[in-house]
C-alpha cells in the first residue's frame, strides 16, 4: 500500500522548474514526476517527493498479475468497441488507449465506500469498480443513458459535458463531510476525472475553489494525456498543471501516467488522506492518448507521427509485462492465458451490443420521475396515440 502523509491543512512546496521529483528512472517531463516502474519494466522500490512524502507498493505475485490482466483486458475491450464503431454499431467512442495504467492504477486506488465521478473515457475505472463493460455501450448506441446504478457500484454516470462533474463530486464530496464520514481510516473520500483540457473551464475552478475553502475529501485526478482535442498543451497552461493546486491552498503531485504502480499508490495516499481530513489533492497524471479524442477525431491532423513512435516506447502495459518477465513472475503460458481471456470477453461484448434491441420510442418517458406523475402519464398516451396514428399507412 501507498506509504506517506502530511499534516492536515499543509500545502508542499512547488519544487523548483528542473527539479527532479523522484528518483532517476524513466523519461520525466522537465519538473519530473513520481515513477516507480521504469518504461524497461525496472521497479523503482520507492520515492520520495520534495515534500517527504514516500510513496511504494507492497503487492503479492497474484496482485502484480492482476493489475497486468486488468490493463490487458481493459484495452481488448475498448479495441473491440472502436471496432464496433468503425462498423457502424455505435454512434462514437472515446478511446482510452495508452490511458489504461491511469486508470487501472486510480480505480484500484479506491476503497469500497469511495465515490467515483468519470468524464466518459473512465471505462478502465469503470471496470474496476466491477462495473458490467457492456453498460456504456447502450449509452453509445444509444438505447439508453447508461443506467448503472451509480450508488451500488459508487461510480456515477458518464459526463459529456467537460467538467462538470468535477462540480458534482466537490458536492458530494461536501455532503460526505457534513454527513460525519471522515476524519478516520474507515471514512469516505471522493474522486474526480478529468483531462487537461478541462482545467481552463470554470467548473473545474470553481471546484478547486470550494473543495479548498471547505477541505473537501477530494482527489482531483487529472489525466494529461497532452491535448484537448486537437489543443496541445502550452494551450491550457503556462505551468506544470499539478503546480495549479498551490494557489487554492493544497497540495498536487505529478505521476508518470503510464506506471500503474504510481498511480496506484499516489492515488491511494490521497484517498487515505482526503478521508482522514486532510482535505483535497490534485493529481496529474501525465500520459499520453494514443488514439483519437473520439471517433469522430483526426489526430493526423495536428500531431505528427514520431511523437506517436515516442510514446509507444513508454507503452503502459509492455512495461509491466517487462517487470513480470525480468522477476519471473509470469511465464509465457500466463500470457497467453490472459490474452485469451481478453478476446473472449471482447467477443462475449461484442455480441451483447449486437443483442441490444432498439428501444421504443414511448420508453422515453420511463424514468422522468422516479414514481411518475399524472402529466408524464398524459403525455405518454398522447405521444403513443399519436404514433399509432400512422400505422398502416407507410410512414
Not at 506509504?3 to 528518483?23: F, M, T
Not at 487501472?104 to 486506488?109: E, N
Not at 473520439?294 to 505528427?304: A, C, G, K, Q
Not at 490474452?339 to 451483447?352: C, Q, V, Y
Amino acid at each position: 500500500m501507498a506509504k506517506g502523509e502530511r499534516k492536515a491543512g499543509a500545502v508542499p512546496p512547488a519544487p523548483a522548474d528542473g527539479a527532479v521529483d523522484r528518483i532517476p528512472g524513466g523519461d520525466a517531463p522537465a519538473g519530473g514526476f513520481v515513477q516507480l516502474l521504469t518504461p524497461d519494466g525496472e521497479h523503482l522500490g520507492s520515492v520520495t517527493t520534495a515534500d517527504g512524502t514516500t510513496y511504494s507498493v507492497d503487492f503479492t505475485v497474484e496482485e502484480y498479475q492482476g493489475l497486468y490482466r486488468d490493463l490487458v483486458t481493459v484495452r481488448r475491450l475498448d479495441a473491440e468497441a472502436t471496432a464496433l464503431q468503425r462498423q457502424g454499431e455505435l454512434g462514437i467512442w472515446a478511446s482510452l488507449l495508452g490511458q489504461e495504467a491511469a486508470q487501472v492504477g486510480s480505480g484500484r486506488a479506491l476503497r469500497p465506500q469511495d465515490m467515483a465521478f468519470p468524464t466518459y473515457r473512465e471505462h478502465g475505472v469503470l471496470y474496476c469498480r466491477g462495473i458490467d463493460p457492456i453498460m456504456p455501450f447502450g449509452l453509445f448506441r444509444g438505447v439508453d443513458q447508461g443506467g448503472w446504478d451509480a450508488n451500488e457500484h459508487k461510480f456515477n454516470g458518464y459526463t459529456i459535458v467537460i467538467g462538470s462533474q468535477t462540480l458534482h463530486a466537490t458536492g458530494y464530496a461536501m455532503g460526505v463531510t457534513m454527513d460525519g464520514k471522515t476524519g478516520s481510516p474507515d471514512g469516505e473520500a471522493v474522486i474526480a476525472y478529468f483531462g487537461d483540457g478541462a482545467t481552463s473551464q470554470g467548473e473545474v475552478n470553481e471546484s478547486f475553489v470550494w473543495s479548498g475553502v471547505f477541505n473537501a475529501p477530494i482527489v482531483f485526478f487529472c489525466q494529461n494525456n497532452q491535448y484537448a482535442i486537437s489543443e496541445p498543451l502550452e494551450r491550457q497552461t503556462r505551468i506544470p498543471l499539478y503546480r495549479r493546486a498551490a494557489g487554492y491552498g493544497f497540495p498536487g503531485v505529478r505521476i508518470d501516467g503510464n506506471d500503474v504502480l504510481a498511480s496506484y499508490a499516489v492515488t491511494r495516499q490521497a484517498l487515505d488522506n482526503a478521508r482522514n481530513g486532510q482535505g483535497p489533492t490534485l493529481i496529474e497524471a501525465y500520459t499520453y492518448r494514443m488514439g483519437a479524442h473520439t471517433s469522430s477525431d483526426d489526430p493526423t491532423r495536428y500531431r505528427i507521427a514520431s511523437e506517436v513512435e515516442s510514446w509507444k516506447a513508454k507503452d503502459p502495459i509492455a512495461r509491466v509485462k517487462a517487470f513480470l518477465t525480468k522477476q519471473k513472475m509470469a511465464d509465457a503460458d500466463f500470457f497467453a492465458e490472459v490474452d485469451e481471456s481478453a478476446r473472449k470477453l471482447a467477443l462475449d461484448l461484442r455480441e451483447r451490443v449486437l443483442a441490444m434491441p432498439d428501444p421504443q420510442p414511448v420508453t422515453m418517458f420511463d424514468h422522468v420521475y422516479p414514481n411518475g406523475s399524472p402529466e408524464i402519464e398524459a403525455q405518454r398516451t398522447a405521444f403513443a396515440e399519436y404514433h399509432a396514428s400512422f400505422e398502416g399507412s407507410g410512414h
